[in-house]
């Protein structure tokens, strides 16, 4: 199957900076997207940025001009960087990634443990 490794995920002060990486690993064939969600206390799990394997990229509105998503086809690696942090910024960022396994071609969406981001003074 498939494994994701986040990281980067801490505490910063109102406009500072972080940067979150994911890395997948495992019987991959292809990912044909790497994404980002987050999911503040009570509310539900949104999209923050998704970028596709041409490298596209889309973002949510709150985050368009303050966060960058990027990521490193030949490591299976997507990162989120974020500056110009917020309080209301403040979640459990998890990455998604969709995949073609190898040898059984299933496709599948996966979703790492998540890392938490605080943005406080």
């Known amino acids: 199957q498939v494994q994701l490794e986040e990281s980067g995920g801490g505490l910063v002060q109102p406009g500072g900076s972080l940067r979150l990486s994911c890395a997948a690993s495992g019987s991959i064939l292809k990912i044909y997207f790497m994404g980002w969600y987050r999911q503040a206390p009570g509310k539900q799990r949104e999209l923050v940025a998704v970028?596709?394997?041409?490298?596209?990229?889309n973002y949510t509105d709150s985050v368009k001009g303050r966060f960058t998503i990027s990521r490193d086809n030949a490591k299976n690696t997507v990162y989120l960087q974020m500056n110009s942090l917020k309080p209301e910024d403040t979640a459990v960022y998890y990455c998604?990634?969709?995949?073609?396994?190898?040898?059984?071609?299933?496709?599948?969406?996966?979703w790492g443990q998540g890392t938490q981001v605080t943005v406080s003074p």
């Open positions: 970028i596709t394997s041409s490298g596209s990229a």
């Open positions: 998604k990634v969709g995949t073609v396994l190898r040898i059984t071609f299933k496709a599948g969406d996966y």
